[in-house]
């Protein structure tokens, strides 16, 4: 009897909301999940990196003291998670949530699963998508890689008689740009906001991230023409594969991050596209390990890192109107 292939990436271990309650039964159970994946060598102080941590009897909201600098802490101070009076159990979930939803998961959503405002859902997803960005150290991608860019913002046809008629001009015009790369040996994906889809754009995007040697393929944009060890297929012409030679793997990616806008988060502003991009990179990146793994990555890639909600909602030259 032959044996069929199991769809999708059944090879995976995922994990049921019951098994999760069970291995998150309470605050204490979070706490020392974090605890283990941030501070793998013990309580380490954020102040001044001693190891000398001193339990307190009153454990919140800062269970430690450091022995060397006398200051408290607990897991959250050094991390994503500072200054958030979330519980940690609260935290393991929205992780869960997230890497467990392929296609995201809107603030709309969070706040009603775990208990919190809208307000705070979008901010804790938007700390967990700084995670999600952090890919470690810069590793070039060997190739064969395929690069393409996409646009991301309303159809000219859903908006309102008014909206229309502010329209500067025909396909991409009015909606924002990004740039990613797929790079075939190891399935890595790396994604950018860009302002122009000119040459010294996208081909500096490519530079960035691509071995000096690496074959390229693309679509036949002019704006990739100067590269090296480059080929293309004429979308153009209605070609779409020649060969080897297509950039199917990465407009799979780009179809996942329209399905999310559509679906998920159904408006998107300039302003905030970044961090969604990277949402997507992040888990596209990871998406080989198990859930427990993934949540694992996420929760270790908080350390060090901070976003406060000021910064968050500064003005950064980019539009903050949601496009649907």
């Known amino acids: 009897m032959s044996k069929h292939k199991a769809p999708g990436k059944s090879y ?67 991390t994503l998670m500072r200054g958030s009076p979330l519980p940690l159990l609260k935290w393991v979930y929205a992780i869960y ?27 804790m997803q938007q ?5 999600f960005a952090d890919q470690g150290p810069p590793v070039l991608m060997e190739g064969p890689i395929e690069v393409d860019e996409t646009y991301v913002g309303g159809k ?10 502010e329209l500067t001009g025909r396909g991409g015009a009015d909606k924002t740009a990004v740039v990613g790369a797929k790079d075939r040996k190891t399935n890595r994906v790396a994604a950018k906001v860009v302002e122009r889809t ?36 004429k979308h153009s012409a209605g070609q779409y594969v020649d060969g080897q030679i297509h ?24 302003k905030h596209l970044q961090r969604y991009v990277n949402e997507f990179a992040g888990r596209h990146n990871i998406r080989e390990l198990g859930t427990l ?3 694992a990555v996420l929760a270790a890639r908080m350390g060090g890192k901070r976003l406060q909600y000021a910064t968050l909602i500064a003005p950064n030259g980019l539009d903050s109107a949601a496009r649907s």
């Not at 309650?21 to 605050?27: A, D, L, R, V």
């Not at 001693?50 to 050094?78: E, F, I, Q, W």
């Not at 392929?102 to 307000?119: H, N, W």
């Not at 995007?205 to 691509?210: K, P, Q, R, S, T």
């Open 127 to 131: 700390r967990i998508r700084e995670a």
């Open 247 to 270: 950039t199917n793997g990465v407009e799979s990616f780009w179809s996942m991050l329209k399905r999310a806008h559509k679906g998920t988060f159904h408006k998107l502003s300039p």
């Open 156 to 165: 000219a046809r859903n908006m309102h008689a008014a909206k229309r008629k």
């Open 12 to 78: 995976r271990k995922g994990i049921s909301l019951f098994e999760l309650q069970q291995m998150f039964p309470n605050e204490e159970a979070a706490r020392r999940w974090f605890e283990k994946i941030i501070w793998p060598d013990g309580p380490q102080c954020p102040h001044c990196g001693s190891l000398d941590a001193r339990p307190r009897k009153n454990m919140k909201p800062m269970p430690y003291r450091c022995g060397d600098c006398r200051k408290h802490y607990s897991v959250k101070t050094d």
């Open 198 to 233: 000119d040459g010294p754009t996208l081909q500096g995007f490519v530079v960035d991230n691509a071995e000096w040697d690496a074959e390229i393929y693309t679509d036949d944009a002019t704006a990739y023409r100067a590269l090296a060890n480059h080929s293309t297929v």
């Open 293 to 295: 793994s993934q949540m």
């Open 97 to 123: 949530l997230d890497c467990a939803s392929l296609k995201g998961v809107a603030s709309m959503k969070l706040y009603r699963e775990i208990g919190i405002t809208q307000k705070t859902a979008w901010f």
